[in-house]
């Protein structure tokens, strides 16, 4: 995807070693670093300069570009996950493949802004509302490629089987759109998309109330012969938890075990209610774990055991998932910080760590196995954290990596590179000119 061999110059950048002053980054035509070399302490003739901190690409394990569409309208008044559910439904109800790919550029383009190089899409809006296939079965899900390439960032496309409304039950007027009718026609249509340098195609679960247990291997056998990445909502909800329970004897992730769901390839997504059993069989069989933390509290969901997961084997990931905000510095922390509140004890993560699940443990769940470290041989995704806004102006260098992690925000990103493309300049997006604007006109497309 990059077009130029080009030379960047970071005033500070974070090394698999630790923050390092003046460090050159090389990029080759390819998209990939070539070479890195540190003791620089001024930009080399040619060199682009990064001011501030340098890091890797920050991974979005976990998204629903539509629900974009929803920021404000959520936090409006008190309700539940289900009335939330509802409020979503009525968006999804009015989504096109033309006022959808608008959408998705535009929250893509937010993604750049805030630092993010690639995006796991977690995506179910697979038809016509009401179920009728588009001409191209795949309209949808091309919509949202076409989308990330135009923002400038590298999408995993998990494209999500979605047939019931609970353990079984016909979906609902809203989820018919979702629905293939069997996983084997999911798997027929998905089988026809394509990846490219910017596009992996991952296959989902929806969750356990919305795959029949007997189609669920369907699903992990077409991840598993494509070696992709297989993503999987599992219980956000205790409600989920025990009508599962009660349809099948099982929890939900012994479920999903039972079926060949878990492995290291595939991530649970949330994973907030589990017993002591369900992370045992998460870690053992090196599932990952993606936290949406800002969606979960604004979903007042729980907060799920992120260290013991951790422990047990899960490398953990995260992700903006409902989009309430589009931060990973604020995913990484509220990680982090929820975890102090319920413990009482601080330090379960260093920023370093967070870092690294805000990175490259993200973007492994994705498929990108070569992203999320500044070094040579890795692709050329990283992006430049300011030092000198109100918010992180005053820390040495040394503590870059905790200023970044405890004190920016998604302003303080200054430049996003992907693939060697200097796709965020100076905090200006490069290839979508005026970015809120955008947003508020995809979204006035399809809001109520
Ligand atoms: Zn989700």
Same mark, same amino acid.
């Given at each position: ?29 390819? @998209? ?13 003739? /040619?060199?682009?300069?990064?001011? @501030? ?28 996950? #289900? ?124 969750? =356990? ?77 090196? $599932? /990952? ?59 379960? #993560? ?17 498929? #990108? ?7 040579? @041989? ?11 806004? =109100? ?24 430049? $996003?590179? =992907? @693939? ?25 497309? =399809?809001?109520?």
């Amino acid at each position: 995807m990059s077009l130029t061999a080009q030379t960047y110059w970071a005033e500070h950048a974070l090394l698999d070693t630790g923050v390092e002053p003046g460090v050159v980054i090389e990029t080759a035509a390819d @998209g990939r670093i070539t070479a890195v070399r540190r003791g620089t302490p001024a930009p080399p003739p /040619g060199a682009v300069s990064l001011r @501030g901190i340098t890091l890797p690409g920050l991974a979005n394990a976990h998204s629903h570009a539509f629900h974009r569409a929803l920021r404000g309208a959520t936090q409006a008044g008190e309700g539940t996950f #289900w009335t939330w559910r509802e409020v979503m439904y009525r968006v999804a109800d009015r989504l096109t493949p033309d006022n959808y790919f608008a959408l998705a550029r535009a929250a893509y383009a937010e993604m750049a802004l805030a630092g993010i190089t690639s995006v796991g899409e977690f995506h179910y809006v697979h038809h016509l509302a009401g179920g009728a296939r588009y001409d191209n079965p795949n309209a949808m899900g091309e919509a949202l490629i076409a989308a990330a390439a135009e923002a400038g960032i590298r999408i995993t496309l998990l494209d999500t089987c979605y047939l019931s409304s609970g353990f079984g039950a016909e979906p609902d007027k809203h989820q018919r759109r979702f629905s293939d009718g069997t996983a084997e026609r999911w798997a027929e249509r998905v089988s026809a998309l394509k990846g490219d340098d910017n596009t992996r195609i991952g296959a989902a679960v929806h969750s =356990v109330r919305a795959v029949p247990a007997e189609q669920l291997g369907t699903v992990a056998a077409w991840a598993q012969e494509r070696d992709a990445p297989l993503h999987v909502h599992l219980s956000e909800q205790t409600a989920e938890n025990d009508a599962c329970v009660e349809a099948h004897g099982f929890t939900p992730t012994a479920l999903l075990a039972h079926h060949g769901v878990l492995g290291p390839r595939t991530t649970a997504v949330h994973a907030t209610h589990l017993t002591p059993g369900d992370i045992r069989l998460l870690g053992h069989s090196g $599932t /990952g774990v993606c936290m949406c933390p800002t969606t979960e509290r604004d979903l007042a969901d729980g907060i799920g055991p992120a260290p013991a997961l951790q422990e047990a084997g899960s490398p953990l990931s995260l992700g903006s998932d409902s989009h309430a905000v589009i931060d990973l510095f604020e995913e990484a922390r509220a990680m982090e910080l929820n975890e102090r509140l319920r413990s009482r004890t601080r330090g379960h #993560w260093s920023s370093a760590a967070l870092l690294r699940a805000a990175s490259a443990d993200g973007h492994a769940a994705l498929g #990108w196995d070569g992203a999320g470290s500044i070094s040579p @041989g890795a692709l050329a995704d990283f992006t430049t954290v300011a030092l000198d806004s =109100v918010r992180t102006a005053g820390p040495p260098p040394a503590l870059a990596a905790e200023t970044a992690v405890f004190a920016a925000t998604n302003a303080d990103v200054r430049d $996003t590179v =992907v @693939g060697g493309r200097h796709i965020v300049r100076d905090g200006n997006h490069q290839l979508v000119a005026d970015v809120a604007v955008e947003l508020a006109r995809a979204i006035a497309a =399809v809001r109520d």
